[in-house]
T-cell receptor, first 116, second 114 residues
Framework: DADVTQTPRNRITKTGKRIMLECSQT?????MYWYRQDPGLGLRLIYY???????NKGEISDGYSVSRQAQAKFSLSLESAIPNQTALYFC???????????????FGPGTRLTVL | AQSVTQLDSQVPVFEEAPVELRCNYS??????LFWYVQYPNQGLQLLLK??????LVKGINGFEAEFNKSQTSFHLRKPSVHISDTAEYFC????????????FGSGTQLTVLP
């Protein structure tokens, strides 16, 4: 079984709808992240969480919110989806940085979201 | 703040030829450096990482990268590519002081031609 899972894998929705993307991990990591990927822009950080009570905005948090329900679960919500939120969304996890791991992150398979 | 520049958005190369994918970074503090690979319709997978020590780092699938502090570069190389190496490659940096975030480059699409 995959260590980091994302649901759904694909979603098509309409402008104005509320959407939730879910991420679960079995790696036992404290840190979880949400990124979006757009062609030519690489991955940009939306939100990150270092534990259940620690949630931080990333580079592009406007229009998004998150919930860390448990150590293993981190959800991303689009309160009112708009077409320019059409993208590939990735969840990632990492352990606390050590001299042996740095800040290595482990990624889920991604959710392809289309907003019409 | 840290940033990463991948100088080539597309690199076509023939099978069995060598390849170099370029990555430059900027940071005011010491950094960790990573290369990730994304195969079509998949998530990102770690190829290799530089944390400290030897500046030449070997990764999976025959890839290696060299950390050059004076040139703030971390170029990825493979002496002989295969069709299966066709993928998008991302360079990423994280600063040592807090290691709070990874900052990614915009990616390089490597296409290996028969």
């Amino acid at each position: 079984d995959a260590d980091v899972t994302q649901t759904p894998r694909n979603r098509i929705t309409k402008t104005g709808k509320r959407i939730m993307l879910e991420c679960s991990q079995t790696k036992g990591h404290d840190r979880m992240y949400w990124y979006r990927q757009d062609p030519g822009l690489g991955l940009r950080l939306i939100y990150y969480s270092f534990d259940v009570k620690d949630i931080n905005k990333g580079e592009i948090s406007d229009g998004y919110s998150v919930s860390r329900q448990a150590q293993a679960k981190f959800s991303l919500s689009l309160e009112s989806a708009i077409p320019n939120q059409t993208a590939l969304y990735f969840c990632a996890t990492s352990d606390r940085p050590t001299s042996g791991s740095g800040n290595e992150q482990f990624f889920g398979p991604g959710t392809r979201l289309t907003v019409l | 703040a840290q940033s990463v520049t991948q100088l080539d958005s597309q690199v076509p190369v023939f099978e069995e030829a060598p390849v170099e994918l370029r990555c430059n970074y900027s940071s005011s503090v010491s950094v960790y450096l990573f290369w990730y690979v994304q195969y079509p319709n998949q998530g990102l997978q770690l190829l290799l990482k530089y944390l400290s020590g030897s500046t030449l780092v070997k990764g999976i699938n025959g890839f290696e990268a060299e950390f050059n502090k004076s040139q703030t570069s971390f170029h990825l190389r493979k002496p002989s590519v295969h069709i299966s190496d066709t993928a998008e490659y991302f360079c990423a940096v994280s600063d040592l002081s807090s290691a709070r975030q990874l900052t990614f480059g915009s990616g390089t699409q490597l296409t290996v031609l028969p």
